[in-house]
């Protein structure tokens, strides 16, 4: 059974900063692309960042590029976003998500490319 898990969501104020992870199991995590969603309050889900199976490559959306970075570790099967400069508009459960690939340079961005999702994890940013 897959599973992903999110953990260290929680409440910052704006401007600082806050790391969320992904525990996978039950998959072969390094066949997976990776990515981090999120939906904000009254909003749709939008992709936030991307990272390719080797982790060579990834994918940022423009509202979070310089601010943002994402990384796996293929040995522990976990991926991270490091959230800096934190707005009230990231204020957003964010989800970590799945997709199998044979390429292990790509990555995708839309999330009917899916295979798997996480629960999610609330992020709170207060200004």
């Known amino acids: 059974q897959v599973q992903l898990v999110e953990s260290g969501g929680g409440l910052v104020q704006a401007g600082g900063s806050l790391g969320v992870s992904c525990a996978s199991s039950?998959?072969?995590?390094?066949?997976?692309?990776m990515n981090w969603f999120r939906q904000g309050p009254g909003k749709e889900r939008e992709v936030v960042a991307a990272?390719?199976?080797?982790?060579?490559?990834?994918y940022y959306a423009i509202s979070v590029k310089g601010r943002f970075t994402i990384f796996r570790d293929n040995a522990k099967n976990t991926v991270s976003l490091q959230m800096n400069n934190l707005k009230p508009e990231d204020t957003a459960v964010y989800y970590c998500?799945?997709?199998?690939?044979?390429?292990?340079?790509?990555?995708?961005?839309?999330?009917?490319?899916?295979?798997?999702w996480g629960k999610g994890t609330l992020v709170t940013v207060s200004s």
């Open positions: 990272i390719s199976s080797s982790g060579r490559t990834t």
């Open positions: 039950g998959l072969t995590f390094s066949s997976y692309a």
């Open positions: 998500a799945a997709r199998l690939t044979t390429n292990s340079n790509n990555y995708y961005v839309s999330d009917i490319d899916m295979n798997y």
